[in-house]
Every structure is written in structure tokens, then in C-alpha cells.
Nanobody, 119 residues
Framework: VQLQASGGGSVLVGDSLTLSCAASGRITVGWFRQAPGKEREFVSGISWRDGNKQYSDSVRGRFTISRDNSRNTVDLQMNNLKPEDTAVYYC?????????????????WGQGTQVTVSS
């Protein structure tokens, strides 16, 4: 599966941004991020099987993941952005019907998109 993530940019604290991952079909899609000097971490994921959504504690309540079947994308709506959200964001897929927070459980990865939040 070829993935394409888009929508990154430079914003101010409190702003919103929407990332999109071109992906469709019976695949579970996730978003991870990697800040400089840190490991890649799970942000959010959505299951193809039952639509179950999961979020990391650091983004729950601010980020929303959703599927747009008309555009064949999985979007990550990010609200109330903070400087600690600055990272390269990656979308990934796995063929199991459940979301995993472990990055080694995801089979395909897209190129990242940079999100920079400044005060």
C-alpha cells in the first residue's frame, strides 16, 4: 500500500491543522509522530473492522481521527496545538482489524509531513 500524508505546516499555539492520509479499503490506519531526538510515538489510529478509534493521552480531547470515504482519506484533525506537538507526522497501515500502539505492528508507512507549532 502506497501512502501519502499531507497537510503539515507551521502554525501558532492554539491553532488547528488537519493532516490527511490517502488510504482506503480494509486497512487499519494510524498516525505516529517523531520529534527531533525522540522515538516515533503513536498518536491515533482507526480500525477498518469496527471503526474503533484510539488516541494517545497527550492528544486525547484535542485530536480527532476520521475516515472520509468520499476522498479515500483518513484525516487527523488537530485542535489547540501546542509546541510539544511539533514533529514529523507519519501515517501507517496495518492489515489487522485492530489498532496497535506499537510501531513494529504496522506494515506500511508513508512519508512524513512536518508540523511546527510556535508561540
Amino acid at each position: 500500500v502506497q501512502l501519502q500524508a499531507s497537510g503539515g505546516g507551521s502554525v501558532l499555539v492554539g491553532d488547528s491543522l488537519t493532516l490527511s492520509c490517502a488510504a482506503s479499503g480494509r486497512i487499519t490506519v494510524g498516525w505516529f509522530r517523531q520529534a527531533p531526538g525522540k522515538e516515533r510515538e503513536f498518536v491515533s489510529g482507526i480500525s477498518w473492522r469496527d471503526g474503533n478509534k484510539q488516541y494517545s493521552d497527550s492528544v486525547r480531547g484535542r485530536f480527532t481521527i476520521s475516515r472520509d470515504n468520499s476522498r479515500n482519506t483518513v484525516d487527523l484533525q488537530m485542535n489547540n496545538l501546542k509546541p510539544e506537538d511539533t514533529a514529523v507526522y507519519y501515517c501507517a497501515v496495518r492489515y489487522a482489524g485492530t489498532v496497535s500502539r506499537r510501531k513494529d505492528q504496522w506494515q506500511d508507512w508513508g512519508q512524513g509531513t512536518q508540523v511546527t507549532v510556535s508561540s
